[in-house]
């Protein structure tokens, strides 16, 4: 038995006998008597209450029948079914009693008139460009999809030699460049991974490329993770990922209304005039069709990292393989319909718990959206029914179904922008998912929502091992090793990017955000193609919808808890916990960037360039770079030691009221019942409103420099990574772009927010000390 198999059934067996242990003196929490995060006795009995009630009506057959139904026909912006699953839901939330408007934008969505890839030397070869009908899969050959295209890509025509280059990010051209490589005028052609695709061509553009391919190799999602569709999960010979390409880094949305609702009266760039969409043609396409273009190329050999699982030789080029890549696009204008539902709270009606998940789909859609969006349907049906009997939020909640995400998170950024005064008065948080599967609990976001969302992981029942979500999870990390388990009593979230409809309201407007889903145990290659089918998610995503029911039973907690809390339950210390590491990280960055220089200067010095393994062949000499100059982190540090004492001190002023009440509530004195702030009426509100103000003071009106609309001084999706976060933004790029002068402002900015952000905690502090 190979050496990682027997370590792969080691750790499964491991793990498994840990969420075991774990159960004997665990459980579900949610089962115990106990005082929740921003509830006190009494209102933490009501609530647990409401959540076993909510536990005994979520139906997963309910997730089933609607993701069939949903996924008939395709559902991309535009499309008439689209249109149709907008009413539908429409009129679901209706039937469960809430307030239900539709919120329109017109937003340019170009559709590809012509799609042409061709090999003129030294081959004739002309790619597909589809994806095969498999009478497995009973919508693959359904009419009306969208063909396999980049949304957003330039028109053109063009014809020029091949070059590989691997992922397309940045460092690969520095690779390229030592190599002696230059894609100048050249066709490049990049396997998906290693960061967004809309990155890729960005990358190949400043380079100097004219147009770029994007495939999929099958040594990421293809046969050799797993057997290929229709036998197993993963994609198949001629899968395709559609997707859109603008550079979304700068902002999100309808490329021709930054920064405003794209209304149907919205002052409009031109697609010209738009600096997201993309300079140069781009389109995906199959690894069957990638295999001739690639099998074509000569020059070096690519270094191994680069080699995916194809059965070649991996060559770089350029050519002798010569390309002719043409598109053309109807540059058209489609409208989005957001579902927009609200169910009023009885006591804070201008305080919102905002709930969403997108309705659109690339192509059939089941595991993305459709397995999301019914999670969130079927948590709303339950939210409804406690209301219809009594059990009522005391905040008001919303919910978005949202349209055009898969463009570029136009829907949810759309509504937004169009609402952002009144949403930075009234949203207390935003919890967003979007595809789901079944396996592990995933957790992103807000880290000041950290405690919390941990205390709903720890009450609800993972359905396959019986232990708690949160158990299972933290016995995954514990031995697996990939991702470590803290020392601490919660588990660490993951800080968000972009890729999903969180991202206008946590990076854009500073609203406290979650994004949650299930996975881990789901995987396969259908992920933007037709193949991403109801048939193959209820073979391969959820089979019998369980962890879609856990997932309802998860958000539902999470959005009543937020909706019904005395108090906004927000924790402070995991939040500068977090903010410390990432210091740390920027430093350290700081270190290894001088070290790398100084690495460089002595090689250009030494006029070492010969390599060793291949004495003939010589890569191109780097240039000396400029020293790394000293770089005074103080005004973070004495910040961030600020803003600790602050959160401890929040902490330790909440623990004590609490305890106070509780005394109080105890001795008959008079004082109260205990368990919530309500003779305390106008307090409550100035401390509500005051935590509510933290997630907002962590942004700044400026934005990040060269891309104002993320304001987010902490988290940010990279400018060079699209989703991937980059945490404390501001520093860690200008240092990476070695924009010296840039990261001292930035510094100086950072702990200008760190310091108004303790100011506001203090002030929730006085105000829990004054209750």
């Given at each position: ?95 469960w009693g809430y307030e239900v408007e539709i919120a329109e ?347 919390f969302i941990n205390d709903v992981a720890r009450s609800v ?194 623990d004590a009221m609490w305890a106070a009440h509780a005394a ?108």
């Amino acid at each position: 038995m190979p050496t990682q198999l027997r370590r792969m059934i080691s750790n499964r067996i491991a793990m498994v006998a840990l969420a075991a242990f774990a159960a004997l003196f665990t459980g579900p929490l949610g089962a115990q008597e106990r005082t929740l995060l921003g509830f006190g006795p009494e209102s933490s009995a009501a609530q647990l209450a409401a959540e076993a009630r909510l536990d005994e009506s979520v139906r997963a057959s309910n997730l089933e029948e609607w993701m069939e139904r949903m996924t008939r026909e395709p559902f991309y912006v535009g499309a008439p079914y689209n249109y149709e699953n907008a009413m539908f839901v429409a009129e679901q939330f209706r039937s469960w009693g809430y307030e239900v408007e539709i919120a329109e934008y017109e937003v340019l969505f170009p559709k590809p008139l012509v799609r042409h890839v061709e090999m003129l030397e030294p081959e004739s070869f002309i790619a597909s460009l589809e994806e095969p009908e498999i009478p497995e899969d009973g919508s693959s050959g359904v009419g009306g999809r969208l063909p396999t295209y980049n949304a957003y890509s330039a028109d053109g025509d063009v014809t020029a030699e091949l070059v590989y280059v691997n992922q397309g990010i940045p460092r690969d051209y520095e690779e390229l460049e030592r190599m002696g490589i230059d894609v100048a005028g050249k066709i490049v052609i990049a396997r998906y991974g290693g960061s967004w695709r809309g990155i890729k061509p960005k990358v190949a553009h400043e380079h100097g490329a004219i147009a770029t391919i994007l495939y999929s190799d099958p040594r990421d999602d293809g046969f050799f993770q797993g057997d290929a569709y229709p036998k197993g999960a993963y994609r198949a010979e001629f899968g395709v990922q559609r997707g859109a390409v603008q550079d979304m880094p700068l902002y999100p949305g309808d490329p021709l209304t930054p920064g405003v609702g794209a209304t149907a009266d919205a002052e409009r760039m031109t697609p010209e005039e738009s600096p997201t969409v993309m300079k140069i043609p781009v389109l995906p396409i199959s690894w069957g069709d990638a295999l001739p273009l690639l099998r074509a190329l000569e020059g070096p050999v690519a270094p191994a990292s680069w080699r995916g699982a194809l059965p070649l030789t991996y060559h770089v080029g350029p050519g002798p393989a010569t390309v002719r890549v043409h598109l053309e696009f109807d540059w058209g204008m489609e409208t989005a319909y957001n579902v927009i539902a609200k169910l009023p709270g009885s006591e804070f009606p201008d305080e919102w718990v905002i709930r969403g998940n997108h309705r659109d789909g690339w192509a059939m859609g089941a595991a993305d959206p459709i397995s999301g969006h019914v999670t969130m349907m079927e948590e709303a049906r339950v939210i409804g029914e406690l209301a219809q009997a009594g059990m009522g939020p005391r905040r008001t909640i919303v919910y978005g179904s949202w349209d055009a995400e898969e463009p570029g998170l136009l829907g949810s950024t759309e509504w937004v922008e169009h609402h952002a005064d009144e949403l930075r008065q009234k949203a207390v948080a935003y919890i967003n998912t979007d595809g789901s599967g079944r396996g592990f609990l995933s957790m992103g976001g807000s880290h000041t929502l950290q405690s919390f969302i941990n205390d709903v992981a720890r009450s609800v029942t993972d359905p396959q091992t019986g232990v708690s979500v949160w158990e299972r999870l933290h016995a995954s990390r514990a031995v697996g090793g990939s991702r470590r388990a803290d020392d601490g009593s919660d588990i660490t979230i993951s800080p968000l990017g972009s890729g999903s409809d969180y991202t206008p309201f946590l990076q854009h407007l500073g609203i406290a955000s979650l994004n949650l889903g299930f996975g881990g145990e789901s995987g396969g290659g259908s992920y933007h193609s037709q193949f991403d089918s109801f048939d193959h998610y209820t073979r391969f995503g959820d089979p019998g919808f369980q962890y879609g029911a856990a997932l309802a039973k998860t958000t539902a907690r999470a959005t009543l808890r937020l909706a019904n809390a005395d108090v906004i339950p927000l924790r402070f210390s995991p939040f500068v916990n977090n903010v410390k590491s990432y210091r740390d990280e920027v430093i350290a960055l700081l270190d290894e960037t001088r070290e790398q220089t100084e690495r460089r200067n002595a090689l250009v010095a030494s006029s070492a360039y010969t390599l060793a393994a291949d004495p003939t062949k010589t890569y191109v000499p780097p240039e000396a770079q400029d020293e790394v100059p000293f770089l005074n982190f103080a005004p973070v540090q004495n910040a961030i030691t600020r803003l600790e004492a602050s959160a401890a001190a929040y902490d330790a002023s909440y623990d004590a009221m609490w305890a106070a009440h509780a005394a109080a509530a105890a001795g008959g004195d008079g004082g109260g019942s205990g368990d919530d702030m309500t003779e305390h009426g106008d307090v409550q509100q100035r401390l509500n409103a005051a935590l509510i103000q933290t997630e907002r003071l962590m942004t700044h009106e400026d934005g990040l420099p060269r891309r104002g609309w993320f304001r987010h001084q902490i988290y940010a999706p990279g400018f060079y990574t699209g989703y991937g976060v980059k945490t404390l933004p501001g520093i860690r790029e200008a240092i990476e772009q070695r924009g010296w002068d840039e990261a001292s402002e930035q510094v100086e900015r950072l702990a200008g927010t760190l310091t108004r952000l303790a100011d506001k905690i203090d002030e929730a502090a006085a105000l829990l000390r004054g209750s």
